[in-house]
């Protein structure tokens, strides 16, 4: 066979193989969704993801300019292939009426998918009417989390913003492998249990260069987290960054190596915390490094609260069974909006151990903070302000 052939038929093979590896483009226009925000292109979506999730090459799914309407909706897997860019350059929107919902914890959910990335767009919850409700005492339904990722892997979400989302904004439960980027997510600062991201019995989560302002924790850290790092932070308003809460259950999962490298706090009711119930529990924190951080008139910039007992209901008179250990605090600095700036109120079964206070400056109206310590051991060095009291 003479070159020239085998040069052809060389490129034949690379041209039909390249054929098939190309993406399949889906626009949810083609599917009958409406840029219109007013009608209902629920079935649309879910028609786009059945088709990008049932082709066996990379697929692209796209929402264009505008804004659509979505009901709760669940996009699942399993796969035929491990692939699915969601490209969304419009404005995904809840229905004004919360009641709509029902008693769905979710409003758009992914479960068991692999290797799904979400590219720009904006998730309004619309989540002001139930605020609205809860604030008033009234009886009303918990709410719906914005975007749930649960049982799944390789997840890249970045240049997502979240708005006023009914109750949590971005759920990552029972993942592997996510990585999010440039995440905004933004809703009052009297919202209740809007936290920003949850993470729970996930492992290799990353979160990087994101800005939170809400109205409860901007991160929350559940049982089962592992191998979490967060870098280049800005927490403010929110009850800021917390591990926890942990220990509710007897039975229950520890949390490991978290790393919160370079955060912002401004003005919000926590800065770095670790909370657990008041009550019996096998779970644990340890190898937690809180790195870099600045904080702005913060309430509690530093705080371990293991007597955490809302309602004091079904836990007065017992102690937190949680063991929080090998616990950094790295150059942190700023000012505190109250005169206790650090205080580890840990428990008394099972004390706290191997905290560690390096180079860290907080002041309190241009003077000295106070540290406060309850059962808690540890070590200092450099300067550290407020004076340790471990």
Not at 269 to 286: C, D, E, H, L, T
Not at 289 to 316: A, E, L, S, W
Request: hydrophobic letters at 35%; a positive charge; aromatic letters at 8%.
């Amino acid at each position: 066979m003479s070159t020239y052939r085998l040069l052809f038929l060389a490129l034949l093979f690379l041209f039909v193989n390249s054929s098939f590896a190309a993406a399949v483009e889906l626009n949810v226009i083609s599917f009958g969704a409406k840029a219109d925000g007013s009608t209902d292109s629920t079935k649309a979506f879910l028609a786009a993801w059945a088709h990008a999730c049932g082709s066996t090459k990379p697929a692209t799914i796209n929402v264009p300019k505008g804004t659509f309407l979505l009901r709760n909706v669940d996009f699942s897997g399993q796969c035929n292939n491990n692939a699915i860019t969601i490209r969304i350059d419009g404005t995904l929107v809840a229905p004004a009426d919360y009641r709509v919902f029902e008693n769905a914890n979710n409003w758009i959910s992914f479960q068991n998918v692999d290797g799904v990335s979400i590219f720009g767009g904006i998730l309004d919850g619309k989540g002001t009417g139930l605020w609205a409700c809860k604030n008033s005492g009234k009886d009303c339904p918990s709410g719906a989390t914005s975007l749930s990722f649960s049982n799944s892997k390789n997840v890249f979400i970045i240049g997502l913003t979240s708005l006023n989302s009914q109750m949590f904004h971005i759920v990552i439960n029972g993942c592997q492998n996510v990585k999010m980027q440039e995440v905004k997510v933004s809703a009052a600062g009297n919202s209740p249990n809007t936290d920003g991201i949850h993470v729970q019995l996930s492992s290799s989560v990353t979160i990087l260069n994101s800005r939170i302002q809400t109205g409860d924790d901007c991160v929350s850290i559940g049982p089962g987290a592992t191998n979490l790092w967060m870098e280049n932070i800005a927490c403010g308003p929110g009850h800021g960054i917390s591990i926890g809460s942990l220990g509710k259950d007897q039975n229950e999962a520890g949390v490991l190596n978290v790393t919160v490298k370079t955060a912002t706090f401004l003005g919000t009711q926590n800065g770095v915390r670790i909370k657990s119930w008041a009550r019996p529990s096998n779970g644990f924190a340890r190898n937690i490094v809180f790195q870099h951080v600045v904080m702005k008139n913060v309430q509690n910039p530093i705080v371990i609260d293991q007597n955490y007992c809302p309602g004091n209901k079904n836990c007065p008179g017992q102690v937190s069974g949680v063991k929080v250990s090998d616990v950094t605090y790295q150059d942190i600095h700023g000012t505190s909006a109250t005169e206790v700036a650090v205080k580890f109120d840990c428990s008394s079964k099972y004390p706290c151990t191997g905290i560690r206070l390096e180079d860290v400056k907080l002041t309190y109206k241009n003077e000295a903070a106070e540290a406060s310590c309850n059962h808690a051991g540890g070590t200092t060095s450099g300067v550290v302000k407020p004076t340790s009291c471990l």
